[in-house]
Each structure stands twice: as C-alpha cells, then as structure tokens.
C-alpha cells in the first residue's frame, strides 16, 4: 500500500488522468466541495445564534421566569369577575414551601412601569423623572447587575436597616452629574428624600422592563418611601437548571390561585413570561439547524462523491488498455486497485480542504459584518475543529468506498483482454 502511496509513476498517472478529464473532474469536484461548504457556512451560523442568544441571556438565570397578578376572569369562592388580585411579600415564602424546584425567588416592586408614574429626581438644580425600583440582594442571582468599579448591589444590611441608599443608571449619572464627577458617596433627592449613591449599574437585560436609568433602593425602604406595605409588583423566580421550567411555571400560577382564592381553570388571573421556555426554543431551534446543516451537507458531499466514483468508473473504461499493459508487465491487481482508490481519496480531501477553506472564509466575513451588532442576537460564527475534522474524516472514508467500485472493475480486467482494447 505504501509502496504505491509514494510511487512518483502511480502520482504521474492520476495527475494524468485528471488532465484528460479537466472539465469534469473540476464539476466534480465543485460538487464534493460544495456539500462540505453548506455544512461548514450553515453550522456556524446556527452557532453564531446560539451565540448571540448567549449573550443576550448572559446576565440572567437560564431557567428564569416572571409572574404577576392581573384580574380573575371567573368568579369562584364568592368573589366576582373583574377582582383584582394582589400579590404579596409572604406569597415568597408560601412558593418557596411547595415548589422544591424554585432555587431564587426575588420579590419585586417599582415606579414607573406598568403605566404607573415615574419618581421624581433632583440634583443640584437638575431633574427628571425615573423609574424607581425596590429590591432585595437576592435579585442578582437571577438578573445579575453589572456595577461600575468602586459601587456595589444593595446587601442585606440595607434591606435590614432600611438605608437610604440607591444605585442608579449610567444614564442616570450622566444627566445628574457632571462629567467627570464620581457619583458614589454623593445623594440624589428621590420624591424630595436623600438617597446616597452606592454604586451605578451597566445595562443589562435583566426582567423584560428595564432601562440605561434606572435606580434601585432597598425593597424595606420602598415600601416605607410610598407606603406600599407588604405589596409586590411581581416575582422574578430561577428554578434549578435540571427542572422543568414550563412546570415550574404552571406549578406556580397553580399555588397563588390557591392562595389567592382563585378559581382553578382561571389563566387570565396571574400573567407571566417565561424566558426559560424561550431559551430553550432557540436551543432546539439552534439544535435542529445543526442536524439540519448535517443532513444537507453529508446529502450533498455524499452525492458529490458518487460523481467522483462516476469520472473514475469512466476513467478506467478510458484507461482499459493502460492497465492491461500494466497488468502483463506486472503489476498486482492490488497495486492498481491502491492506484484508483488513491485518486479517489486524492480528490476528495483537495474538495474536502478547498471547501473547508472557503466556508471559512465566508464566516469569517460574517462575523467581522456582525461584530459590533447588538441589536442582532448573532455572533461569533464557527465551527468547532472537532466537528470539520470528523467531516473530513468522513469524507475520505466515502471516497475510499467509493472508490472501490472502480478499483474493483479495473482488476476484473483481464490483461489479454485489455491489451486487444482499441
């Protein structure tokens, strides 16, 4: 076998044979590098959405969802139709006993969303108006906060003892400070109380709400603030990665209808948004484009190498009296079966690496096109090495197969046979 490897006659022949048949080699070949190109350009974009979604989900729990209360839409246990329903601090602990797969649970209440008015905000003669959110420490487990270097989140102490204090938006910084004014340390008047600022926060998509301005004070202080009692806007929940969290979701709604004296069939009672089922859908869809580039593209390479066992069956028909010569000078039918298999393999991994090459070169231009896209959920577009290798590798397999179909007709040739050819 090696022998004929590294023969310099058995190399004159192929390159010979693929220069009498130019045209329809290079076809050929077209097809081959064709099938390994759409697998290459098609799994690298479905992993440059796979990606870009990461990155968008980067700074929330993957398995997070929100719920809040709205109104009943069926009367039950002597209440009407219409009810609004409230939900409440003490709802935190009544989920977290009856739903074991809840890992976080973050109670949440603000001003300025859900078309109520945002608060007030002075400083040193300048004002606006912003949304106000109050929150517990806990809420970074689940939408984390990217803070500015020198802040930091509310703590437990804050909650505990009621601090004035806030974290506000970039946003927020650059409209009521000067520019190279350090914010922490200093107050702003929220609705005319002095909160200290203790850090400021990046933007970030953390709750489906939320904005470059936003300040955040203790949930404890809020409710003092605006005399909300034990009032909740609505819950941010992670539940464990292995859990289900559509169930999770439904399991939830299900315990606050029974707590809130809701009926049971009632779906218009507590809205929700569940951004675990939506990051697991476009998992699957990302999933389903990468079986769907395998497909296409093993399809096309597949149908390519088969054209490339048609030029050689057409080649050896060609070639017949070549190879009789060869064959009463010597040469052992294993030798010329090594021969066409080796021109087989040969052409395949030249398809195989120039369409390896210009799938490349096409994510390359993707990503460099969609490097600075944020408005895009894509980026990154590639192809893991292990993933072009095993291509390739299948590849040369195909064409070792395939090329035994030719191989074999050639050594059925007699050389007597061979040699009356004309």
Same mark, same amino acid.
């Given at each position: 076998?090696?022998?004929?490897?590294?023969?310099?006659?058995?190399?004159?022949?192929?390159?010979?044979?693929?220069?009498?048949?130019?045209?329809?080699?290079?076809?050929? &070949?077209?097809? &081959?590098?064709?099938?390994?190109?759409?697998?290459?350009?098609?799994?690298?974009?479905?992993?440059?959405?796979?990606?870009?979604f990461e990155r968008e989900f980067e700074e929330v729990a993957i398995n997070s969802l929100f719920v809040w209360a709205q109104r009943t839409s069926i009367p039950y246990d002597g209440f009407r139709t219409g009810r609004r329903l409230q939900l409440k601090l003490d709802d935190n602990m009544y989920l977290s006993q009856r739903i074991p797969q809840l890992q976080y649970i973050a109670p949440r209440i603000a001003r300025g969303v859900f078309g109520s008015d945002g608060a007030n905000v002075k400083r040193s003669g300048k004002s606006g108006s912003y949304t106000v959110y109050g929150d517990f420490p806990i809420l970074v487990k689940i939408a984390s906060k990217d803070i500015f270097e020198g802040g930091r989140f509310i703590n437990q102490a804050d909650i505990d003892e009621e601090r004035k204090v806030c974290v506000i938006g970039e946003r927020t910084q650059t409209e009521l400070f000067e520019a190279k004014e350090n914010p922490i340390g200093k107050h702003v008047q929220i609705d005319n109380l002095f909160f200290k600022v203790i850090g400021v926060h990046k933007y970030t998509p953390g709750g489906g709400f939320e904005s470059d301005s936003d300040i955040f004070i203790p949930f404890s202080t809020f409710k003092k603030l605006y005399n909300t009692g034990d009032n909740v806007d609505w819950f941010a929940l992670a539940a464990y990665d292995d859990a289900d969290v559509v169930a999770v979701e439904e399991d939830i709604k299900a315990a606050l209808k029974v707590k809130h004296r809701v009926h049971p069939d009632d779906e218009r009672a507590f809205g929700s948004f569940n951004l675990g089922e939506v990051f697991n859908r476009v998992k699957g869809f990302s999933s389903g484009m990468n079986i769907l580039s395998l497909i296409v593209g093993i399809a096309t390479i597949l149908a390519g190498v088969i054209g490339i066992g048609n030029i050689l069956l057409i080649s050896v028909r060609e070639r017949t009296k070549e190879l009789g010569i060869r064959r009463a000078l010597g040469a052992t039918p294993g030798?010329?079966?090594?021969?066409?298999?080796?021109?087989?393999?040969?052409?395949?991994?030249?398809?195989?690496?120039?369409?390896?090459?210009?799938?490349?070169?096409?994510?390359?231009?993707?990503?460099?096109?969609?490097?600075?896209?944020?408005?895009?959920?894509?980026?990154?577009?590639?192809?893991?090495?292990?993933?072009?290798?095993?291509?390739?590798?299948?590849? &040369?397999?195909?064409?070792?197969?395939?090329?035994?179909?030719?191989?074999?007709?050639?050594v059925s040739i007699k050389p007597i046979d061979a040699l009356r050819e004309e």
């Open positions: 076998m090696f022998k004929t490897l590294f023969d310099k006659d058995t190399w004159q022949e192929i390159f010979g044979s693929i220069q009498k048949n130019k045209l329809r080699t290079v076809v050929t &070949v077209i097809g &081959v590098l064709w099938g390994i190109f759409i697998y290459i350009a098609l799994s690298g974009a479905s992993k440059g959405l796979d990606n870009g030798e010329v079966k090594m021969q066409i298999i080796i021109e087989s393999v040969f052409l395949t991994l030249i398809a195989g690496i120039l369409g390896i090459i210009l799938g490349a070169i096409v994510l390359a231009i993707i990503n460099v096109m969609t490097a600075d896209t944020t408005s895009l959920p894509y980026t990154n577009p590639t192809v893991p090495i292990t993933f072009v290798l095993g291509a390739l590798a299948l590849m &040369v397999g195909l064409g070792t197969l395939i090329g035994l179909i030719p191989a074999q007709r050639a």
